[in-house]
């Protein structure tokens, strides 16, 4: 079965670091690139950016770009999402997504997300 | 940046029938995509490249393009339909993925 893992909810403070985690199973991890995806408390979804596991290519919405890191490690067929300061307005629900085999560019396999907490 | 504008809200009977729309300037040359969302849940997709149903979803769910515009029909709305939907497409250079604002449709 065709999976996208990903790590547990988290609770941090202003100001700490932090990674997230998704892991892929089921399928080739290099074939298809891993989508982040944002959605804050009671509002929409928001894409991050991405990252193509077979060289780490990324590229990033311009509303995330220089505030979070994606990187994946292939050989443990896993994409992070990473914060070096977090700020109380990261807090949210994180997805990670990819591609299906025969829809096109749609996001059709989904992890089942992971709540960030950011409070003092 | 670029920007898909769905309706807040739709409401519909049971039995008749929804349509959400969304709007966006690169529309007549990316596909669009739509998903639903219902609490506490990951999103689905229910319609890819404008028109195309995945396996699994009901053939009540249909989608259209138009321009720079495209839109989900949901007839015969159902209970079980009562959820958040989201349009997704790319900017006109396919560099960057977009959602809609979310819809909020109500069975009532």
């Known amino acids: 079965e065709v999976q996208l893992v990903q790590s547990g909810a988290e609770v941090k403070k202003p100001g700490e670091s932090l990674r997230i985690s998704c892991k892929g199973s089921?399928?080739?991890?290099?074939?298809?690139?891993i989508n982040w995806v944002r959605q804050m408390p009671g509002k929409g979804l928001e894409w991050m950016g991405r990252?193509?596991?077979?060289?780490?290519?990324?590229n990033y919405s311009p509303s995330f770009q220089g505030h979070v890191t994606i990187s994946a490690d292939k050989s443990i067929t896993t994409a992070y999402l990473r914060w070096s300061s977090l700020k109380a307005s990261d807090t949210a629900m994180y997805y990670c997504?990819?591609?299906?085999?025969?829809?096109?560019?749609?996001?059709?396999?989904w992890g089942q997300g992971t709540m960030v907490t950011v409070s003092s | 940046s670029y920007e898909l504008t769905q309706p807040p809200s739709v409401s519909v009977s049971p039995g008749q029938t929804a349509r959400i729309t969304c709007s966006g300037d690169?529309?007549?040359?990316?596909?669009a995509y739509w998903y639903h969302q219902k609490p506490g849940q990951a999103p689905v997709l229910v319609i890819y490249?404008?028109?195309e149903r995945p396996s699994g979803i009901p053939e009540r769910f249909s989608g259209s393009s138009s321009g720079t515009t495209v839109t989900l029909t949901i007839s015969g709305v159902q209970a079980e339909d009562e959820a958040d939907y989201y349009c997704q497409s790319a900017d006109s250079s396919g560099t960057y993925w977009v959602f809609g604002g979310g819809t909020k449709l109500t069975v009532l």
């Open positions: 990252i193509d596991p077979s060289d780490s290519y990324t």
């Open positions: 690169a529309l007549p040359k990316q596909y």
């Open positions: 997504a990819r591609r299906g085999p025969d829809t096109g560019d749609a996001f059709h396999i």
């Open positions: 490249k404008d028109t």
């Open positions: 089921g399928y080739s991890f290099t074939s298809y690139w």
